[in-house]
């Protein structure tokens, strides 16, 4: 079974769109975080949800808004997209209290046109 | 913010040969260390990970070594195969569950 899941798996959309990414884990962990991985590979944290509540939001444009239905779930929802948007977007969750090993998803390839 | 780079962007060895990965991180506050493993098309995979009260750790054919002195972290494959071609990265944090990666060394083995 899919530790951490995403759909899709590759997103092609054209720029001005609004699109939705979902995740979800099914290994009971209370914090999950969304990645952008650029072309360079460089991977850097844009959010960090715990028990549905965020605690973490790196320099992220506001079009960019996690959504947290349930402790297993957490969306990212992209208004107004933009090329410089395109980028593998990498869910993650790890266990809560203090920093632990994170369980990377798959990744979604986003490509604006 | 927290800096984490790597000194060689890419590495080729020989198949059967040991393979070392380094690491520099800038947070002399930083007390978590791991380093993931990223094949093409996937997400990264956790391979082993080191706190700051030790400085070393092994694993099945791994090594991690940090040498706070310096901040520098390495990764040690023993008999690299060809299984271990892949984008090696590794990630500091200094708690609350925010990891800052490096920029990745791409290791390429040779059959």
């Known amino acids: 079974d899919t530790a951490v899941s995403q759909t899709p798996k590759y997103l092609v959309t054209q720029m001005g769109n609004d699109k939705s990414i979902k995740c979800e884990q099914n290994?009971?962990?209370?914090?999950m975080y969304w990645y952008k991985q650029d072309s360079k590979k460089f991977l850097k944290i844009m959010f960090s949800?715990?028990?549905?509540?965020?605690?973490i939001n790196e320099t992220v444009p506001n079009r960019f808004s996690p959504k947290s239905p349930d402790k297993a779930h957490l969306n990212l929802h992209i208004n107004s997209l933009e090329l410089g948007d395109s980028a593998v977007y990498f869910c993650?969750?790890?266990?809560?209290?203090?920093?632990?090993?994170?369980?990377f998803g798959p990744g979604t390839r986003l490509t604006v046109l | 913010g927290e800096s984490v780079g790597l000194h060689l962007p890419t590495l080729s060895v020989q198949e059967g040969d040991n393979s070392i990965i380094n690491c520099a991180y800038s947070?002399?506050?930083?007390?978590?260390f791991i380093w993931y493993k990223q094949e093409s098309g996937k997400g990264p995979q956790f391979i082993i990970d080191?706190?700051?009260?030790?400085d070393k750790r092994q694993g099945q054919r791994v090594t991690v070594l940090l040498n706070k002195t310096v901040k520098h972290l390495s990764l040690q494959i023993a008999a690299t195969q060809p299984g271990d071609s892949a984008v090696y990265f590794c990630?500091?944090?200094?708690?609350?569950?925010?990891?800052?990666f490096g920029t990745g060394t791409r290791l390429t083995v040779i059959p």
């Open positions: 993650a969750s790890s266990q809560a209290g203090g920093i632990n090993e994170q369980f």
């Open positions: 290994l009971g962990h209370d914090t």
């Open positions: 949800y715990n028990n549905k509540e965020l605690i």
């Open positions: 947070n002399s506050a930083s007390d978590y």
């Open positions: 080191i706190r700051s009260n030790m």
């Open positions: 990630a500091e944090s200094s708690g609350a569950n925010n990891l800052f």
